[in-house]
């Protein structure tokens, strides 16, 4: 078993995967170490509770460490990393929320959010927000807006329609000015005509 030159600290990112690969413990509490803080914030936007969040990313790094042979060096290393903790998510949420149970909209009109308002909320405020709405628009907000993903993507992954989750992002952007202009947060009547 290879060990980590521990004088030679911090690693290259090529030198810990290869130490991880090798089954090295520091290596690998190094590996969490770097990625985890990241990835928890990730988990915490998808799940309401920090227990939650919390299991979610200890089963997402258990499968990291255990499939990270499979990692052959295309792309970053913490995308693939992001891509093992949002599928982790998912199947938690997936175990306790049926998503086939949300309503479909059919035309509605997106609610404007100012980018002012977005730069006025700290972090953790956006978090506090976020987890006030339901699961539904929470998950396919968190997937669009945040990941990037595209609605047929988003129906694939929460095996749900197309118009789902387009009405449960246009539902979670409503929800989301509602409870700005709860919280105080001016300049949303203007800008969102």
């Not at 460490?65 to 891509?83: D, H, K, P, T, V």
């Not at 509605?108 to 976020?130: C, G, H, K, N």
């Not at 998950?139 to 595209?150: A, R, S």
């Not at 789902?164 to 001016?186: C, D, H, M, N, V």
């Amino acid at each position: 078993m290879k060990v980590i030159n521990r004088k030679k600290l911090p690693v290259t990112e090529e030198e810990l995967l290869e130490a991880c690969r090798n089954n090295d413990r520091l290596a690998q509490r190094l590996l969490f170490d770097r990625y985890s803080p990241e990835m928890f914030g990730l988990c915490q936007r998808y799940l309401k509770n920090r227990e939650d969040a919390e299991d979610v990313l200890v089963e997402a790094f258990f499968k990291v460490l255990a499939n990270i042979s499979q990692y052959m060096g295309l792309g970053s290393f913490e995308g693939w990393i992001r891509r093992i903790v949002v599928n982790e998510a998912l199947m938690a949420l997936r175990r306790r929320h049926n998503f086939n149970m949300t309503v479909e909209i059919s035309e509605m009109e997106q609610p404007a959010t100012p980018s002012r308002v977005v730069e006025e909320l700290a972090a953790r405020d956006i978090l506090e927000l976020l987890r006030q709405l339901p699961t539904g628009y929470r998950t396919v907000f968190n997937l669009y807006v945040m990941e990037g993903y595209k609605h047929r993507e988003i129906a694939e992954m929460l095996g749900i329609s197309i118009n789902t989750s387009k009405s449960q992002l246009i539902l979670a952007k409503k929800r989301l000015q509602e409870l700005l202009e709860q919280a105080g947060y001016t300049g949303l009547e203007e800008s969102a005509g």
